[in-house]
Structures are given as structure tokens and as C-alpha cells.
């Protein structure tokens, strides 16, 4: 199933069915997606409105970041449940089975790195959203706080999908850096969108 071939109806028909693919993970990536999309509306408002000239180049460069993240995210869609159907094929296999102890700790890191990934590119997205507030079309501030509440939520989503798999590490320091890792991008997007909707509502 490719995640990002999916129409809306059917992604929804699709995540609500006893299955494991598209899952949490998935959610948490289109999540993101729609966040991005929102930015990148705010910002098509605002391109080529005289009030805005002296950012039009940021503002061009900003829009083809959050194009550039939005793919990512629906591709990490596709990556995260491709990473959980492997580990789960693993699970069913004993604990001393020959390719379950070969491919464990690559698997278990692949279905880590794609929601981590999502971590990342949602703080990086608030992070640019926060510079938009005074050189957008405040007309639109109500998206660019709905586009940062949902890369908030997409990030703390995400960490969750982290978490799960940290316990199948073995690694104490390895857990430690890659959930404290999750944790502050999760807190960052926080604090960032509550600047935003600071911002946006004045």
C-alpha cells in the first residue's frame, strides 16, 4: 500500500481498519504534510503584494522548503510503515531464530529513524513559521496557527512512535540520546507555536 497514493477517504477507511499499515506512524506523517501545505498557503497569499516586496525572496525560498518538507513527510509515510511491516515479521519469528537476530537492531532502528525523521522536519517547519507572522498577509493568520498546531501535533505524534521502539534497543545510551532527542524537538515545536499563535493573535 503507498501511503501517498491514497485519496483522503481512502487513507481514512484505511487507518481505521484492524490492519497494522497505515497506522499511528502514518498519521503523524500526513499530519505534518497538512501543516506544511498550510504554511505554504500562507505564504502564496503573500508573494507579489507590494506591503511584502522586501521579503519576496525569502518568502519564494520559504515556500520551496515547505514543498520540499511536505514530500518528505508523505514519504516518510511510506517509510515507516514499510519499517513496521519488517518488524513485525521479526516478532513472529523466536527470539533465537537466525535472521531475527541478524536484522534486529537494523530494523528496529529503521522503525525509529522514520518517525525521528518527522520529529526533525516539524521543529524545522515551526522554526521557519515563527520568521513568518511579519511578512506574511495577515489575512491569513489563522492558517499559519493552524499550520504550526498541526506540525505540533505531528511532532509529539511522532516521538510517540519513537518511544515504542526504544524499549527493543539494547543500547541504555542509545535509548537515551534518541528519546531525549525526541523530547526536545517535541518541546521546541511547543514553544514555538505558542509564539506563533502569540504572534498571529495580536
Not at 112 to 139: F, G, H, S, Y
Request: charged share 20%; hydrophobic share 50%.
Amino acid at each position: 500500500m503507498e501511503i501517498q497514493e491514497l485519496q483522503v477517504e481512502a487513507l481514512l477507511r484505511n487507518l481505521g481498519e484492524k490492519q497494522p499499515v497505515p497506522g499511528g506512524g502514518a498519521a503523524a506523517s500526513v499530519t505534518a504534510a497538512l501543516g506544511l501545505a498550510a504554511g505554504r498557503m500562507v505564504l502564496a497569499y503573500s508573494l507579489g503584494r507590494p506591503e511584502f516586496a522586501a521579503h519576496e525572496t525569502n518568502n519564494q525560498a520559504a515556500i520551496q522548503q515547505l514543498e520540499a518538507w511536505r514530500d518528505e513527510a508523505m514519504a516518510l509515510a511510506d517509510a515507516d510503515a514499510t519499517a513496521f511491516q519488517a518488524l513485525a515479521a521479526l516478532w513472529k519469528l523466536p527470539k533465537d531464530h537466525p535472521t531475527r537476530i541478524a536484522d534486529w537492531h537494523a530494523s528496529v532502528i529503521a522503525a525509529i529513524d522514520a518517525p525521528l525523521a518527522i520529529c526533525r522536519v516539524c521543529r524545522q517547519a515551526c522554526e521557519l513559521l515563527a520568521k513568518l507572522p511579519d511578512r506574511t498577509n495577515p489575512m491569513l493568520a489563522s492558517d499559519l496557527a493552524v499550520a504550526s498546531i498541526l506540525l505540533q501535533a505531528a511532532c509529539a505524534a511522532a516521538a510517540w512512535n519513537v518511544r515504542i521502539n526504544l524499549p527493543s534497543l539494547d543500547c541504555d545510551q542509545e535509548r537515551a540520546r534518541i528519546a531525549g532527542e525526541a523530547d526536545e524537538n517535541v518541546e521546541r515545536c511547543r514553544e514555538l507555536t505558542g509564539h506563533i499563535e502569540t504572534s498571529c493573535d495580536s
